[in-house]
């Protein structure tokens, strides 16, 4: 069966830096768009960034442009997030997805504070 499983989260201060990383089983990768999405308290699910299925292409959420990049490595079925110069903002809980499906990770909180 599908499974998207994240890791890589905790605690960083401003500034800081975290690389996500979203292992990917049940299908194959290289087939399928993917996606990068976080959820604060009280907010909606927003998305982050998203990624071709080559990684030719990419697109980012304003708030993340040049801070963040979204890649992956079909053949270790894998997609990364690399997240730097991270704010408080940032703080959220990330997922992965494979885009315009039902399929999501279970999340991997990120906190950034002092």
């Known amino acids: 069966q599908v499974q998207l499983v994240e890791s890589g989260g905790g605690l960083v201060q401003p500034g800081g830096s975290l690389r996500l990383s979203c292992a990917a089983s049940?299908?194959?990768?290289?087939?399928?768009?993917m996606s990068w999405y976080r959820q604060a308290p009280g907010n909606e699910r927003e998305l982050v960034a998203q990624i071709g299925n080559t990684g030719g292409a990419s697109d980012y959420a304003d708030s993340v442009k040049g801070r963040f990049t979204i890649s992956r490595d079909n053949a270790k079925n894998t997609m990364y997030l690399q997240m730097n110069s991270l704010k408080p903002e940032d703080t959220a809980v990330y997922y992965c997805?494979?885009?315009?499906?039902?399929?999501w990770g279970q999340g991997t909180q990120v906190t950034v504070s002092a």
């Open positions: 997805r494979r885009s315009y499906s039902g399929y």
């Open positions: 049940g299908f194959t990768l290289r087939m399928y768009v």
